[in-house]
């Protein structure tokens, strides 16, 4: 377990076991540690942070942590997705028909926050209010997509190093940003292969799942093949979170796909999400 100090505080790293991710002890809301410690943790280390025991946090505190990866956060503008009694800048997402239901008991499938968007996530948190227990369902399973793209040969490498896949957010109804789409769907062409702009690492960027469309000069069937082959090759390895109330998971947006099981809707499941746009990402030098 590997600790670094923090003020009076101790904050310790426990790795998941799963190649990905580290449960992080020792946080004070009241009193957060470097942002340094964290940011190197998430983007250098682990990719996934999970921080367990954090029940009754509230609002701003949530967002205070959001900040520590990025100042500018999406806000969810559409009037009907509006569910958050403080802020636009958390979403509540659940299977309580009172609260929206923008989460549904379905299945999410693998995904990348924000990818349908030129403007995407690049760190995202998600905050367990009221999860559901194991047995109901409803995991989130996160999987490293830099790993995935280094264990390619160097030819398939190079084959897909300049292509541009399309996303799309389909039938979701989400959308985070002002509603300027008038009724139609958002989509947007994304580099396949990625270099982070904080430490220089290529990653395979949301290479199929939930919102794939299209690769850019490339035939349908050819594209979904190309695409679900880079995604088994990013999920063959990946840690399941198994959810407690007052769990907060952040995560490499850039660098990761994860996906949620179903839910089963006897049990009621309450989450809270907050995404941090990619240009506002600490630690990019805009000036070189």
Known sequence: ???????????????????????????????????????????????LLVFRGLSGATSNQLLEIARIFGKNLSKYFREEDRNHPKTDEILILSNVEELGALGA???????TNLAYLPQVASVALLYGELPTPP??????????????YDSLTTELQEQIENLQMVQSQGGYHVYPGEDVFGGVAPGAQHS????????GRKSLYCPG????????GMKYDDAYALSQSLLNRCTESAYKHLWEPGDLLVWDNLSTIHMREIIDPSFKRVVHVIDVLEDEMSGINRSS
């Open 1 to 47: 377990m590997a600790s670094l100090e923090a003020g009076i505080a101790m904050i310790t790293f426990e790795k998941t076991g799963n190649d990905i991710g580290a449960f992080v002890h020792g946080l004070d809301l009241n009193d957060l540690p470097d942002p340094g410690l964290l940011r190197k943790a998430l983007y250098e280390d682990h990719l």
């Open 105 to 111: 008991s379905a299945e999410l499938p693998w995904h």
């Open 135 to 148: 047995e109901a369902g409803g995991a989130t399973l996160f999987a490293d997509t830099r790993k995935a």
């Open 192 to 199: 396949l292969v990625r270099v982070h702009p904080v430490t």
């Open 209 to 216: 799942g939930r919102f794939f469309q299209s690769i850019e």
